[in-house]
């Protein structure tokens, strides 16, 4: 393939699997909503997981958006270190995100950060990394402002505890974060370390086995009870996720990204 | 207790509810968010009344074809952010606010006797939609398609989950004590 047919063929491919995240609810995420449902006993909490339910199925039949908030596109790029890419990666996404905008439609909430003027610049942020083979692994996460702004990053002592921390950021942001929620954890690295740790684990599948300081972690956020939306219940993480790094002794950065019901995630491969 | 009420709502039938209830709305609903509600303060030529009036917090995914507006997806927005405006919108005759992961307890306060708050499902983008009539107008466009006001005329838009009263009841301050209990067991 010359590079601009390969250039189309990526940005074709990330469209679809942006239309895929923004209509189709991933199966691992309905099957928790599913179990979840089951195993509330609060009136209020049943009510508010049938409802999301309900409009994931209706967003899937229409194929448009399951929610308002089209969120920012988050890529995490696996380049096989065989493969040759001759295009920009970068700017073969920003014109996928623009396209897709369109298409599908997406909504424009891109702003200045410092004058808050609306922009048209396409809102998207990329995680690389290379691994064997030959071919380019793209994951799309949709990250809705509401449980972005739930997310917290500590540079705690030492001596300090990583339960309270979690716990604690997991309270503070209540019902706003749209739970029931999806908590990825990166413990240890460094300030940016632990935060890219973070994100990287909510490309994961709920399904995956978990280890037990990830179900003692769920647990405890579990028995706190703010629950489906804020409004109690049990349910209000569906599934935690931790990646750790080694760290210096004198650090232990702890982020905690948090993720809204509408888990909202594609992916596609493609030999290059 | 379930059922629907028609706007202009007065503040006398929002003192007819409690927390708990679940409410529809049908009539004419605003959507208001962060750059609007500053707007709305600040305007002396305010296009529409607030009074009587029902605040949707949404910032709604909305297309324009030709000469109409076609609304894609419109859940509600996270209403803690307008807790700073929203005693002065009050202030302004609103009765009733939708919104979804609940408001501060000032807001709350604020609220006694006149208006309550409506919690829709976070998130249901499409179950908003269906419920949604059609777009009536629309003001400050220079804040943007999400930014802006729509004025929307919806049919038993909900269920809609009374989770600030107008007595002073929060579903919100009751949670966020009793999880504090368990956070710090």
């Not at chain 1, 948090?258 to 888990?263: L, T």
């Not at chain 2, 269906?130 to 004025?151: C, H, M, N, Q, S």
Request: proline share 5%.
């Amino acid at each position: 393939m010359n590079n601009a047919v390969q250039r189309e063929a990526f940005i074709s491919h990330t469209i679809d699997a942006l239309l895929e995240a923004e209509t189709q609810l991933p199966s691992d995420v309905r099957s928790a909503l599913t179990s979840a449902i089951k195993a509330e006993t609060n009136k209020r909490a049943k009510e508010q997981l049938q409802a999301i339910l309900e409009n994931a199925e209706l967003a899937a039949a229409a194929s448009l958006p399951m929610c308002q908030d089209t969120g920012i596109p988050v890529f995490f790029l696996e380049i096989g270190r065989r493969s040759s890419i001759d295009f920009s990666l970068k700017e073969a996404l920003a014109t996928a995100v623009q396209r897709a905008t369109d298409l599908i439609p997406l909504r424009k909430h891109a702003v200045d950060p410092i004058t808050r003027a609306n922009s048209d610049a396409p809102l998207f942020d990329i995680l690389y990394d290379v691994c064997d083979g030959d071919e380019l692994s793209v994951a799309v996460l949709i990250k809705g402002a509401g449980s972005e702004n739930a997310s917290a990053l500590a540079m705690l002592e030492p001596t300090q505890d990583v339960m309270s921390f979690v716990l604690n950021t997991i309270w503070e942001s209540g019902g706003k974060p749209c739970p029931p929620v999806i908590v990825g954890l990166g413990i240890g690295s460094t300030f940016d370390g632990c935060a890219r740790l973070a994100k990287k684990t909510l490309f994961r599948y709920l399904n995956e086995k978990e280890s037990a300081f990830e179900v003692e972690i769920l647990e405890n956020i579990n028995k706190l009870g703010i629950g489906p939306m804020g409004l109690g219940g049990r349910t209000t993480a569906l599934r935690v996720f931790v990646e750790k790094a080694p760290c210096h002794t004198a650090m232990l950065p702890v982020a905690v990204a948090v993720q809204c019901w509408a888990d909202r995630k594609a992916r596609f491969r493609m030999k290059l | 207790m379930s059922s629907v009420l028609n706007t202009p709502i007065r503040p006398e039938d929002v003192r007819s509810f409690k927390v708990g209830d679940v409410v529809y709305i049908s009539g004419v609903i605003y959507t208001s968010r962060d750059k609007a509600h500053v707007k709305m303060l600040s305007d002396p030529k305010r296009p529409f009344s607030l009074q009587n009036a029902c605040i949707y917090h949404s910032g709604p995914l909305v297309v324009k074809q030709e000469l109409t507006y076609r609304v894609i997806a419109a859940g509600p927005t996270t209403s803690a952010r307008m807790n700073r405006q929203t005693p002065a919108i009050i202030k302004q005759g609103v009765t009733a606010i939708i919104g979804k992961g609940g408001m501060s307890a000032e807001v709350a306060h604020s609220m006694t006797g006149r208006c309550f708050y409506l919690a829709f499902p976070g998130g249901c983008g499409i179950l908003a939609r269906e419920r949604i009539e059609k777009v009536l107008d629309v003001y400050y466009t220079e804040l943007g398609f999400t930014e802006a006001v729509w004025k929307l005329q919806v049919r038993d838009f909900g269920p809609l989950l009374v989770a600030i009263d107008s007595y002073g009841e929060s579903i919100y301050e009751t949670i966020k004590e009793s999880s504090r209990e368990r956070l710090l067991q």
